[in-house]
């Protein structure tokens, strides 16, 4: 089946420090890359939209300096998180539409979880 | 508005059959999907209902009553692996996902 590959799977930094994403579509072309944030006990948040070769686009509330997106490819997309600080401390999430039927899904990738100290 | 209600947490016991609820309000509506998400892991897809009825997929089931913006995700024989949170999404005029938070299933021995 699709998969997304999303790496580092956790990742601990200094207050201050800039940590990046990745997400790669291993077995299909990810046009379009959505990038959630979910805190402990609550729902996926959607940040932003990032379609390959434009500007992503931002949820409202989202810093798109700080959270900087790029995707560059068709199997590529990062999230950049800028100066980071103890309250982006959270599990952040990648996902890719599978394929032309939308009863298809979309399919995940394992998620990073971020602790900034 | 948009809004998706799920009950926050469930309990139900080894071999038996448990249903999570979802109710939704949407500006247009195009599908409900349920995920499983295990804790410190990332969703995976369970079903999609555009229609109304019962979608069965082996020991899972889903419902749709698009009148009542009305879902259940059916759970049967359920198994200790089953304990995770169960993610309501309906997907709106944009094509975009609005997520509940989720159902944490705790299952007993």
């Known amino acids: 089946g699709a998969v997304v590959s999303q790496h580092p799977s956790w990742v601990i930094c200094k207050s201050g420090t800039s940590v990046k994403i990745e997400c790669r579509s291993l077995d299909f072309q990810a046009t379009t890359m959505f990038w959630y944030r979910q805190f402990p006990k609550q729902s996926l948040m959607l940040m932003a939209t990032s379609n390959e070769g434009s500007k992503a686009t931002y949820e409202q509330g989202v810093e798109k300096d700080k959270f900087l997106i790029n995707h560059a490819s068709l199997t590529l997309s990062t999230l950049t998180v800028t100066s980071a600080h103890p309250e982006d401390s959270s599990f952040y999430i990648c996902?890719?539409?599978?394929?032309?039927?939308?009863?298809?899904?979309?399919?995940f990738g394992s998620g990073t979880r971020l602790t900034v100290v | 508005g948009q809004n998706i209600d799920q009950p926050t947490e469930m309990t139900a016991t080894e071999g038996a059959i448990v249903q999570i609820n979802c109710t939704y309000q949407?500006?247009?509506?195009?599908?409900l999907f349920w995920y499983q998400q295990h804790a410190g892991e990332a969703p995976t897809f369970l079903s999609y209902n555009v229609l109304d009825g019962l979608e069965e997929k082996g020991r899972f089931s889903s419902f749709l009553s698009r009148s009542k913006g009305y879902s259940y995700l059916l759970l049967k024989e359920l198994q200790m692996k089953d304990s995770a949170s169960y993610l309501c999404?309906?997907?709106?005029?944009?094509?975009?996902?609005?997520w509940g938070a989720g159902t944490k299933l705790i299952i007993k021995p």
């Open positions: 999404a309906d997907m709106d005029s944009n094509y975009q996902l609005i």
């Open positions: 949407t500006s247009g509506f195009n599908g």
């Open positions: 996902s890719a539409s599978i394929g032309g039927a939308i009863s298809d899904g979309y399919t």
